[in-house]
């Protein structure tokens, strides 16, 4: 990350836009865990981990250990 924040990748994307956004999705998701069953809950993580390794190329199967009931 820049130390100003503002430095753009070659998408355009400021560190500072990432961020926020990675903000905005956890506040999401911690409001979808109070109102859904874990089930539900469990499947809609697994559906952004794989639409974010989509984007990004990190398998995040492969980072998080799937015995690890810490990490979702």
Do not use: P
Not at 27 to 34: I, N, T, V
């Amino acid at each position: 990350m820049s130390a100003s924040g503002q430095d753009a990748g070659e998408d355009g994307v400021t560190d500072d836009e990432v961020v926020a956004a990675a903000e905005a999705l956890g506040q999401e998701l911690a409001a979808a865990k109070e109102s859904s069953s874990e089930s539900a809950f469990t499947t809609m993580v697994m559906q952004c981990n794989e639409a974010i390794g989509d984007q990004t190329g990190i398998d995040y199967g492969s980072v998080c250990g799937a015995s690890d009931d810490d990490c979702c």
